[in-house]
């Protein structure tokens, strides 16, 4: 389908309008000062990076914070043990810049906003792409093609300081993407005003960012507070600087980010070979698309436009995206349609989501990579091959992790049974250096009473037990999704309290019938200890949460913890 005049004319003027804004180099001097403290200068020609002394962006958004504090006359409270009044209070001002947000969003041309913001986004995957393969030496700036002065001693500044780098880098990417993945929700949802519609310049990119910084930052702020990472939910905000009362919240982070880095960079990547093809099938099954559809239509790029032409955004009609597709993919036009559908972004009903962590969002750029704008009438879709590739990783992640609503009742056992069979073999490997008497997927034992034969069969089955020095290790093994944001943190020890429930009703099942396991083993027992072993560290292992006396590990850490018991 060919873009009539009026259309391609006005698509024309809006993408000389992005290319006359220089957005990427406002993005990447903002990046620069929260990633590496340098701000990125140019003079006469040249670039200069200048150490900053302070985190600038967070000065900035915590301004923005202060000055709202300052006019609803909340400069100076102290707020004790009401869980319900922090989060009232935290919403009063997250709700504030929210409006803020959304009276300048809405004097700007709805297009001209999402196609920056979409752009921007693209360039920024390409660039953290690029920044976490340096990091982990799997890529040289030498060897990036394309890479202008700025970007160049940016990288090279990164490959030359790459210890410095990792310990912060997973939180601010994280940010990163959550701002502008807010910024681009919330633009398809904010209606425009009539009248003297404007275009979004640097400097209102600039205010944008910083707003929905220090958005961010408030929900993650609330999260955290009400979470259980926090012993002491006490907060005082004291001339618009807020103070945590609990002191060892910060100690908990900094040692779940510093172990997670560890143990993913001795970690071989995960892999499912044996049962990928079983969930690709049943993703089909309940979505009517291929799953690798989306990774061989990317090919498009390749096959259709030189080297020097390609970009990073594309704009095409749904009929031509369908042909590109059924051509690229081979598949049939309503699987096609159907695969299309599934990953276009739309706007956000819920307006109460834009409170939340974007982590509950239904729709994220970055899930739903395919973004329509209106041209006259007519519906263009911006198409970009880094977010595609991003959505196709994250629909990966998913899929492994039974994250995908439609397919959860069919992929549930055979996940199950992969993540756990994989880690009770290699908790065994470990427990088999220092005991004989070790059991995996222990339920039905067998007995001899009297020279007589006996059954018994506990109601759940234990992924492991062993005897060390009289003491029966009772191990269950398990699977978090880890995130690296307070909703993530969350939901992750929201699981744990609920594994470590399940384990404490275990254990009055056993110490009933310890004699079962005794007569089993020819041990005799004399302590019992439930250990929780999750197959990475993740936030609950050193919270604050009651444990109820069982021990929570990591596979990583897990020898260690039986060599101290072993010690004690």
Not at 25 to 30: A, E
Not at 287 to 314: A, R, V
Request: charged share 25%; aromatic share 10%; with cysteine.
């Amino acid at each position: 389908m060919s873009i009539p005049k009026n259309v391609l004319l006005e698509l024309t003027e809006t993408f000389e309008k992005f290319n006359s804004c220089n957005l990427n180099d406002v993005y990447i001097n903002l990046f620069s000062q929260q990633l590496l403290n340098l701000s990125v200068t140019k003079e006469h020609g040249a670039i200069i990076l200048s150490p900053i002394n302070d985190d600038i962006i967070y000065n900035k958004s915590l301004k923005i914070v202060k000055e709202i504090l300052e006019i609803k006359g909340l400069s100076n409270i102290k707020i004790i043990n009401q869980k319900k009044d922090i989060i009232i209070f935290f919403n009063e001002i997250i709700k504030t810049i929210k409006e803020m947000l959304e009276g300048k969003i809405a004097v700007f041309h709805k297009n001209d906003i999402l196609l920056k913001g979409f752009t921007l986004t693209s360039y920024m995957l390409q660039l953290h792409q690029q920044v976490q393969l340096i990091l982990h030496g799997r890529l040289t700036t030498y060897k990036i093609e394309g890479l202008d002065i700025v970007e160049s001693n940016i990288l090279n500044f990164i490959e030359n300081n790459t210890s410095k780098v990792n310990k912060d880098i997973n939180g601010i990417l994280g940010k990163d993407k959550a701002i502008l993945q807010y910024l681009i929700a919330l633009t398809m949802s904010t209606p425009e005003y009539d009248t003297h519609l404007h275009t979004m310049n640097e400097k209102d990119f600039e205010y944008l960012y910083l707003h929905i910084y220090a958005l961010v930052d408030l929900i993650s702020k609330r999260e955290l507070i009400t979470s259980k990472i926090f012993e002491e939910i006490n907060m005082t905000v004291t001339d618009g600087e807020f103070i945590f009362h609990d002191k060892n919240w910060a100690n908990i982070l900094n040692e779940f980010g510093e172990t997670f880095v560890d143990e993913r960079i001795s970690t071989p990547n995960e892999d499912f070979p044996n049962i990928i093809n079983v969930l690709k099938k049943n993703f089909h099954k309940a979505l009517g698309f291929n799953f690798d559809n989306l990774e061989k239509f990317i090919t498009f790029e390749e096959n259709l436009l030189p080297k020097q032409e390609k970009q990073l955004c594309y704009p095409f009609f749904k009929d031509y995206l369908i042909t590109l597709m059924t051509e690229h993919t081979g598949c049939k036009k309503e699987e096609a349609i159907k695969t299309i559908d599934y990953y276009t972004l739309q706007p956000i009903t819920n307006k109460d989501l834009y409170f939340e962590s974007i982590d509950k969002f239904e729709y994220r750029i970055l899930d739903k990579p395919l973004v329509p704008i209106q041209i006259k009438g007519h519906i263009l879709y911006l198409v970009s091959i880094p977010l595609l590739l991003n959505a196709i990783n994250i629909t990966y992640h998913k899929l492994i992790y039974n994250l995908i609503p439609e397919c959860k009742k069919d992929n549930s056992k055979p996940i199950q049974k992969k993540v756990k069979n994989d880690l009770v073999l290699n908790i065994e490997d470990i427990v088999k250096n220092y005991t004989v008497n070790y059991l995996s997927n222990a339920k039905d034992f067998t007995i001899y009473d009297n020279e007589k034969q006996r059954k018994f069969s506990f109601t759940s089955e234990m992924d492991v037990i062993a005897i060390v020095n009289k003491t029966l290790l009772i191990i269950e093994c398990k699977d978090l999704q880890y995130k690296f944001t307070p909703f993530g943190y969350r939901k992750d020890i929201q699981k744990a309290l609920k594994y470590i429930n399940e384990i404490s009703s275990e254990m009055l099942e056993i110490k009933d019938n310890i004699n079962i396991i005794q007569k089993y083993f020819n041990e005799e027992i004399k302590a019992i200890i439930p250990i929780l072993v999750f197959k990475t560290h993740n936030i609950v292992i050193n919270s604050p949460i009651d444990k109820k006396g069982v021990i929570i590990t990591s596979l990583h850490k897990f020898e260690d913890t039986l060599k101290s018991l072993m010690n004690q």
